[in-house]
């Protein structure tokens, strides 16, 4: 069993920066996090794989966000720069056991197989 769980979250002004954490526990391949703002789906945000050599971003965070993992530690960083009002939901971290090809990097929630409880990122604009 994989546990996640999550940290990091709060309240910025827009164009501010945040890093969210999340602590596994267990093996994984890929970790990845998504977010869900009220009366939204949850989407997908960025994923990394186990080496750390590939990662995807949803074209929304390309070049604001940056995804790292340190497997030393267990942990999935994101760091979030230039935030906006819109970037305003609850962040989940997430592990998949889904393999594919070389560059397969899973992108949709049902990919992945354990979700952390979330943060709360909120921005004001």
């Known amino acids: 069993q994989v546990q996640l769980v999550e940290s990091g979250g709060g309240l910025v002004q827009a164009g501010g920066s945040l890093r969210l954490s999340c602590v596994v526990s267990?093996?994984?391949?890929?970790l990845g996090w998504f977010r869900q703002a009220p009366g939204k789906e949850r989407e997908f945000v960025a994923a990394?794989?186990?080496?750390?050599?590939?990662?995807y971003y949803a074209d929304s965070v390309k070049g604001r966000f940056a995804i790292s993992r340190d497997n030393a530690k267990n942990s999935v960083y994101l760091q979030m720069n230039s935030l906006k009002a819109e970037d305003t939901a609850v962040y989940y971290c997430?592990?998949?056991?889904?393999?594919?090809?070389?560059?397969?990097?899973?992108?949709?929630?049902?990919?992945?197989?354990?979700w952390g409880q979330g943060t709360q990122v909120t921005v004001s604009s």
């Open positions: 990394i794989s186990r080496s750390g050599g590939r990662i």
């Open positions: 997430a592990a998949s056991k889904a393999t594919g090809s070389y560059s397969f990097v899973p992108r949709a929630v049902y990919e992945y197989d354990y």
């Open positions: 267990g093996r994984t391949y890929f």
